[in-house]
T-cell receptor, first 111, second 115 residues
């Protein structure tokens, strides 16, 4: 079993829809949680980060962490075609610097 | 302020040759991380370095792979005697010495193709 599980999709939604992306994990030591966006043939770009449980909002993006369920989510409101990319969740324990990534969810927002 | 610079962007090597991938961290960043991404997979941690020190190489294959981050110059990931299975995208990330509790800045990657 992988430490971090992420539905690979692909996920296709119409422009303006609310998108929900999720990851589950098994390592209870994970404390820092991140979401990266990766366009085709590009490097990952940090979108959101959260420490421990709770919500964080930045513009159209909201990240949620539920440590009791070992479940994290990223919501995208008013999705745009430019949001079409692969979304990767990542996390790490407080004691280590290396990140453990999910396999990524491919999102397409149709105009 | 330039981001993390990786070169070359694309690298083609024949089986048995050596591949050298270079990474210059962001200005002011002294921590470098290498990750490998296989097709349709997420990024896998390989090695974490500071200047002149390997801090954690738990993700590095035991043979043929090595990494360094010298006092001067970029970090180098070296793959000796490449095989087809080494074909992947290799990403470098960097973070500052302090206050790096969250995400890191990634470069655009080097895509290695072994023929």
């Amino acid at each position: 079993q992988k430490e971090v599980e992420q539905d690979p999709g692909p996920l296709s939604v119409p422009e303006g829809a609310i998108v929900s992306l999720n990851c589950t994990y098994s390592n209870s030591a994970f404390q820092y949680f991140m979401w990266y966006r990766q366009y085709s043939r590009k490097g990952p770009e940090l979108l959101m980060y959260t420490y421990s449980s709770g919500n964080k909002e930045d513009g159209r993006f909201t990240a949620q962490v539920d440590k009791s369920s070992k479940y994290i989510s990223l919501f995208i409101r008013d999705s745009q075609p430019s949001d079409s990319a692969t979304y990767l969740c990542a996390m790490r324990p407080g004691s280590a610097r290396q990140l453990t990534f999910g396999s990524g969810t491919q999102l397409t927002v149709l105009p | 302020n330039a981001g993390v610079m990786q070169n070359p962007r694309h690298l083609v090597r024949r089986r048995g040759q050596e591949a050298r991938l270079r990474c210059s961290p962001m200005k002011g960043h002294s921590h470098v991380y290498w990750y490998r991404q296989l097709p349709e997979e997420g990024l896998k941690f390989m090695v974490y370095l500071q200047k002149e020190n390997i801090i954690d190489e738990s993700g590095m294959p035991k043979e043929r792979f090595s990494a360094e981050f010298p006092k001067e110059g970029p970090s180098i990931l070296r793959i000796q005697q490449v095989v087809r299975g080494d074909s992947a995208a290799y990403f470098c990330a960097s973070s500052p010495t302090r206050g790096s509790g969250y995400g890191y800045t990634f470069g655009s990657g080097t895509r290695l193709t072994v023929v």
